[in-house]
């Protein structure tokens, strides 16, 4: 790739910038620029004429700070948008809008992934509302390429805030942070400026954007190109063939859980050793990345089929682990992930396993009804074929919002129901024992209500996987029209049948 921007720490600070004496004898060799190989093969496209200087800013140039190109990047061929700290900051003017809208458009146009490389304190204050406008100039592009089903990754780098965080980096389908970097809305300097009182040092880092799920990854540099080929190769991936399978009614029988009370099968969903709805994510799809919500709760990941390597997924464990509760922030993942996988033309499987939503104060307060019903009606909304399978438990609203897809399994050991037995207990003032065996909860109780398609015969990671991976190729080469219009009509009118 052609240099064109060196290194922040190789360039000599623009006129109007203040440059901080350095004892010649203290100065170190400048630090090669991680990016450089990564973006070796990049072929930049001829850089945009500066910005004009329409406040009459003192010293002020208008030199862009973002330039594109195109060309392989972690063995596939990409967009590129790449930030250069070294030109103001990587300041975002208005012809860096007008660079980053060209990157998109192009990657529109051609289908090919695009990649924001980020180094920004933000807007470019020399420029005034001239550079404000720059971010909803950004956020339209970002719009089209989203409509256009191509996948944007952001590579979030030392620093980056204020307005290209908000409107390039948050939107991006999938976001790698750099170890160490500053990250956030504000940077700790302006909001020291603003507040009176500095921000925690643990505050405003790539590891604190993690944790809250704002990132998906925090990488060391040498470590992002296998992130970026990984997550590549999901969202790139042909299926080159039909497979034959076999369909999930054929499996050989396992427990028959039809002679089992209610009761009992809330016992089995809940028994200690049972199988878990996050090693049933881990089989489907070894390889890939993980989403992250800010929810340990619930885990989601874009990869590639275990049994179809050429075959991408979204893939979702609500809940993770056996009995735990979604929060809020869970159910928002749940969501991005069903719009993820429908805005990629990816399929999306859920594997659902809890007693029901967080009902805590703290997460009345976090607004998890309004979570629930955005995930749930983004799950209903998902263009790609969807595939359910209640691993374990399956309590109210919270397990429907990832259930409502147009294949529902159960497994043998699970259960789903309009309340936990203990919470309709107390409703309805009867034993738990009593509203479980009255409630239609079994697997086979579910079956014959038209509720679920299908009854698995194994309760295994594995064979949950597998299952998964079948019900997904009944519904390979369906016709989207008549597919949507089934799942409608399922999840629109009253169940047809009785127990």
Known sequence: ???????????????GQQPRPEPAQDRAPAPADWRTSLLAAVTPRPPAPPAPNRLDWP?????????????????????????????????????DAGTFATAAEHAASTGRPLLSFLRSG???????????????????????????????????????????????????????AVAGATVGFAGPRVVTAATGIAPDASSHTAEAALAAGHVDVVAQPDQVEAWLATALAAVTAKPSHARTVVPPDAATPGVETSSRRGWEQ????????????????????PRGVELAGGDPAVRARLGLLADAPDTGVVAVALAAAPGAAPGPAGFRLLERAARLAGRLGLPLVTFVDTPGADPSPAAEAGGVAAAIGAAMGAVLACPSPTVCVVVGEGGSGGALAAACVDVLLMAPDSYLTALAPEGAATTLRIPAERAADLGGL???????????????????????????????????????GVRLSARRRKWSTGLPGRL
Not at 83 to 92: A, D, I, P, Q, R
Not at 126 to 143: D, I, K, Y
């Open 1 to 15: 790739m052609t240099d064109r921007h060196p290194p922040s720490a190789d360039r000599r600070p623009e006129r």
């Open 59 to 95: 010293d002020y140039t208008g030199r862009p700070a973002v330039w594109w190109g195109d060309g392989p990047v972690a063995g596939v061929h990409c967009v590129v948008a790449v930030w250069e700290f070294s030109v103001y900051g990587g300041s975002f003017g208005e012809v």
């Open 122 to 176: 933000g807007t470019r204050l020399q420029e005034g509302v001239a550079g404000l406008v720059g971010l909803s100039r950004a956020t339209l592009a970002a719009t089209r390429l989203a409509e256009a089903g191509v996948p944007h990754f952001a590579v979030v780098d030392q620093p980056t805030t204020g307005g290209v965080w908000v409107t390039v980096a948050s939107r991006a389908d999938l976001r790698c």
């Open 266 to 285: 809330v016992q089995a969903a809940r028994a200690p050793g049972r199988p878990a709805a996050g090693p049933a994510l881990d089989a489907l799809a």
């Open 442 to 480: 079994r697997p086979a109780d579910l079956r014959r209500l038209g509720f679920a398609e299908g009854v698995l015969g194994s309760g295994e990671a594995a064979g949950l996987a597998a299952a998964a991976s079948a019900a997904l190729d009944t519904l390979h080469g369906s016709d989207l």
